[in-house]
């Protein structure tokens, strides 16, 4: 075996390792009970994100994911946090429980169900392929996004809500920097701008409906209130 | 031959003599994170001595079970030690004898035992203790099967020798994301096996908080410093599998000599010892669970560890 093949095996492993501890980050976020620690684990997520990102950059030789890299640790892991931590302080340091539609086991069960849903879906496609990267990052970020959608389904609270659309984006993200390495460096920055406006404006409605409610939890929001 | 049969009791002696000093080192290390000064790291020995030293006593209405179970329990690591690589990379005499799963049956053996003679007493915290053993128990079975089972697909054998050697080969293995969330389920399940805090807290005195403790409360004497004794050798074993077979599996004697294997002890305990500080940092960091929330706790162990396998699976 060469010298750059073998460097190019451990690159694929470390992505693969990414990959994997990307998923239990996804996993943690359906099992955590707090809103602080489910942000801490987005962030988490989001530095392996641009892990993988990194790996996959030195793989092809590009510069441009490096530079998604870059931009995925700013704006995810600093950025972002940062945000929610000072227009909903309250809400994120609340000490109490997420309120939840079914029990925190059960919620892992379905989970791993979707993750295995999330394999065979992706497993035609993977056909077309023989780049071990698409084949690691295809099904593994599909997981993300259905684990991030279940967890915006289960969850009654806006918070935890924004966090599962935001993980929802990492997972498409992780699958998007494989599948798509070619795209053109303005549509990431667009997108990762996208992204923080979307925090941006849901944190302020967050912070808005918490002042006019005096809560933020969705499912106690069914009937209207007047004024 | 003969040199084989004598290496691997020499295994034993090593789990039987070092067993106590990790227990010691673990306590040791906790109440110094805690700003305590705590026991020195050879206080277990001078319990299990003083233990000796004592007379017995047992109930009235107590079965044979009561007196044969500190026995069982003090046996049953022992003969895991002889199917382990606790010192050596190579398979010894009796390695052939019985597999992970089989380690796991005898294993599972003392624990049977101990929940029987808890019962057996009549003292109303035993079958406490007792139930909710097996509740974590039960709990923590799945995890093992799943874990035994995806670490023998990838080794295509369920022999720990055999497991052992195929992490050793390329490091690339090592960083595969199966081996990873593998190695984090298993952490899980040494913390609930061993009774360690997040889920069990080995150094409480209140009994109707206790889950491992409260087995034991009865007995006194020769057969309290078995069930002592057998503990931890119980928790070496588990380490020796954990560190040897799945995590780190260097530092291990290749070579037919006795200095190697000497060489090798000092070379195990070092690992030990750097996981046991891990363990400390990570009982001294959570604060012990509630009694219905070990379900979330294993219930997590168990995803991860279906995690890894639908990784290694589905992947190729």
Same mark, same amino acid.
């Given at each position: 075996?060469?010298?750059? /093949?073998?460097?190019? =095996?451990?690159?694929? @492993?470390?992505?693969?390792l990414?990959?994997?501890?990307? =998923?239990?980050?996804?996993?943690?976020?359906?099992?955590?009970? /707090?809103?602080?620690?489910?942000?801490?684990?987005?962030?988490?997520?989001?530095?392996?994100?641009?892990?993988?990102?990194?790996?996959?950059g030195? /793989?092809?030789?590009?510069?441009?994911?490096?530079?998604?890299?870059?931009?995925?640790?700013?704006? @995810?892991?600093?950025?972002?946090?940062?945000? =929610?931590?000072?227009?909903? $302080?309250?809400?994120?340091?609340?000490? $109490?429980?997420?309120?939840?539609?079914?029990?925190?086991?059960t919620?892992?069960?379905?989970?791993?169900?979707?993750?295995?849903?999330?394999?065979?879906?992706?497993?035609?496609?993977?056909?077309?392929?023989?780049?071990?990267?698409?084949?690691?990052? =295809?099904?593994?970020?599909?997981?993300?996004?259905?684990?991030?959608?279940?967890?915006?389904m289960?969850?009654?609270?806006?918070?935890?809500?924004?966090?599962?659309i935001?993980?929802?984006?990492?997972?498409?993200?992780?699958?998007?920097?494989?599948?798509?390495?070619?795209?053109?460096?303005?549509?990431?920055?667009?997108?990762?701008?996208?992204?923080?406006?979307?925090?941006?404006?849901?944190?302020?409605?967050t912070? $808005?409906?918490?002042?006019?409610?005096?809560?933020?939890?969705?499912?106690?929001?069914?009937?209207? @209130?007047?004024? | 031959?003969?040199?084989?049969?004598?290496?691997?009791?020499?295994?034993?002696?090593?789990?039987?003599?070092l067993?106590?000093?990790?227990?010691?080192?673990?306590?040791?290390l906790?109440?110094?994170?805690?700003?305590?000064?705590?026991?020195?790291?050879?206080?277990?020995?001078?319990?299990?001595?003083?233990?000796?030293?004592k007379?017995?006593? +047992?109930?009235?209405?107590?079965?044979?079970?009561?007196?044969?179970?500190?026995?069982?329990?003090?046996?049953t690591?022992?003969?895991?030690?002889?199917?382990?690589?606790?010192?050596?990379?190579?398979?010894?005499?009796?390695?052939?004898?019985?597999?992970?799963?089989?380690?796991?049956?005898?294993?599972?053996?003392?624990?049977?035992?101990?929940?029987?003679?808890?019962?057996?007493?009549?003292?109303?915290?035993?079958?406490?203790?007792?139930?909710?053993?097996?509740?974590?128990?039960?709990?923590?079975?799945?995890?093992?099967?799943?874990?035994?089972?995806?670490?023998?697909?990838?080794?295509?054998?369920?022999?720990?020798?055999?497991?052992?050697?195929?992490?050793?080969?390329?490091?690339?293995?090592?960083?595969?994301?199966?081996?990873?969330?593998?190695?984090?389920?298993?952490?899980?399940?040494?913390?609930?096996?061993?009774?360690?805090?997040?889920?069990?807290?080995?150094?409480?005195?209140?009994e109707?908080?206790?889950?491992?403790?409260?087995?034991?409360?009865?007995?006194?004497?020769?057969?309290?410093?078995?069930?002592?004794?057998?503990?931890?050798?119980?928790?070496f074993?588990?380490l020796?599998?954990?560190?040897?077979?799945?995590?780190?599996p260097?530092?291990?004697?290749?070579?037919?000599?006795?200095?190697?294997?000497?060489?090798?002890?000092?070379?195990?305990?070092?690992?030990?010892?750097?996981?046991?500080?891990?363990?400390?940092?990570?009982?001294?960091?959570?604060?012990?669970?509630?009694l219905?929330?070990?379900?979330?706790?294993?219930?997590?162990?168990? +995803?991860?560890?279906?995690?890894?396998?639908?990784?290694?699976?589905?992947?190729?």
């Amino acid at each position: 075996m060469s010298d750059p /093949q073998a460097a190019l =095996l451990v690159c694929q @492993k470390l992505n693969a390792l990414a990959g994997g501890l990307f =998923l239990l980050t996804a996993f943690g976020m359906i099992a955590m009970r /707090q809103v602080l620690a489910s942000l801490n684990l987005f962030v988490g997520q989001s530095i392996l994100l641009a892990a993988a990102a990194f790996f996959l950059g030195l /793989q092809h030789g590009s510069v441009h994911l490096f530079v998604v890299a870059g931009i995925t640790v700013f704006v @995810k892991a600093l950025l972002i946090p940062w945000l =929610l931590r000072r227009i909903i $302080r309250h809400e994120i340091y609340a000490r $109490r429980e997420i309120s939840q539609v079914l029990n925190i086991p059960t919620s892992l069960l379905i989970v791993v169900g979707l993750v295995m849903a999330a394999y065979f879906i992706s497993s035609p496609l993977l056909r077309v392929t023989p780049d071990p990267f698409i084949r690691l990052n =295809l099904p593994i970020g599909l997981a993300g996004l259905f684990l991030g959608a279940y967890g915006v389904m289960v969850r009654r609270e806006a918070v935890p809500q924004v966090i599962g659309i935001l993980s929802m984006e990492n997972g498409a993200f992780f699958a998007g920097v494989a599948i798509a390495s070619g795209l053109p460096l303005i549509a990431e920055l667009a997108a990762a701008f996208d992204v923080l406006i979307i925090a941006l404006v849901m944190g302020l409605l967050t912070h $808005r409906i918490h002042e006019r409610m005096g809560t933020t939890t969705v499912g106690r929001m069914v009937s209207l @209130k007047e004024e | 031959m003969t040199q084989r049969i004598l290496f691997n009791i020499l295994q034993v002696l090593v789990v039987m003599a070092l067993s106590p000093l990790v227990k010691g080192v673990l306590t040791r290390l906790k109440e110094n994170i805690q700003s305590k000064r705590g026991p020195g790291i050879f206080q277990p020995y001078r319990d299990i001595w003083k233990l000796f030293q004592k007379d017995e006593i +047992v109930p009235e209405e107590s079965s044979w079970i009561f007196r044969a179970t500190p026995y069982i329990v003090f046996v049953t690591p022992i003969f895991v030690a002889l199917l382990i690589p606790v010192l050596t990379g190579y398979p010894l005499f009796f390695a052939f004898m019985g597999d992970m799963l089989g380690g796991g049956f005898i294993l599972a053996l003392g624990g049977f035992f101990a929940t029987l003679a808890a019962v057996d007493t009549g003292n109303p915290y035993g079958p406490m203790g007792a139930s909710r053993t097996r509740m974590v128990g039960f709990l923590a079975e799945p995890v093992f099967m799943i874990v035994f089972f995806t670490v023998s697909f990838i080794a295509g054998s369920t022999i720990p020798y055999i497991v052992h050697k195929h992490w050793v080969m390329p490091l690339a293995n090592f960083l595969e994301p199966s081996h990873i969330l593998l190695m984090l389920a298993f952490l899980m399940l040494i913390i609930a096996e061993g009774g360690r805090i997040p889920v069990d807290n080995p150094s409480g005195h209140f009994e109707l908080a206790m889950i491992d403790e409260s087995k034991g409360l009865e007995y006194s004497g020769r057969g309290a410093a078995l069930m002592k004794w057998g503990g931890a050798m119980k928790f070496f074993v588990l380490l020796c599998i954990f560190l040897n077979v799945l995590v780190t599996p260097w530092g291990l004697a290749h070579g037919e000599t006795l200095g190697e294997i000497l060489l090798a002890i000092p070379l195990v305990l070092l690992k030990i010892l750097i996981f046991v500080l891990i363990l400390a940092v990570i009982e001294s960091s959570f604060a012990k669970l509630r009694l219905f929330r070990i379900t979330e706790f294993l219930g997590a162990a168990f +995803v991860t560890s279906v995690a890894a396998m639908i990784t290694r699976l589905l992947e190729i």
